[in-house]
């Protein structure tokens, strides 16, 4: 059986968030070693989780594949 790790992590949304509440996007929190993700409507279920080096490839692999059919969050706003 799996358990989850319940640690604190400091997430926040794009600033393209949109919105009645800011809540039509996702979230991210850096830890030290990973990258989580996590839709903002539901926070409370489960998150991806990326190893830190994985996450910036992940994220210029949406864009190259998106690129022709839509618009693609920036998501370096996350980067902070």
């Given amino acids: 059986m ?3 790790v319940i640690i604190s992590l400091d997430w ?3 600033s393209y968030s949109d919105g009645d509440d800011g ?3 996702v ?3 850096n830890s030290a070693t990973h990258i989580a993700v996590r839709d903002s409507k539901t926070p409370a279920r489960a998150t ?3 190893p830190a080096g994985s996450f ?3 994220i210029e692999a949406l ?4 690129s022709a059919h839509s618009t693609v969050t ?3 706003k996350f980067r902070g």
């Fill in 2 to 4: 799996r358990h989850p």
């Fill in 12 to 14: 926040r949304k794009s």
């Fill in 23 to 25: 809540n039509d996007c």
């Fill in 27 to 29: 979230e991210i929190a």
């Fill in 48 to 50: 991806l989780t990326f």
């Fill in 56 to 58: 910036t490839p992940f």
């Fill in 63 to 66: 864009k190259a594949d998106h």
């Fill in 74 to 76: 920036d998501f370096a």
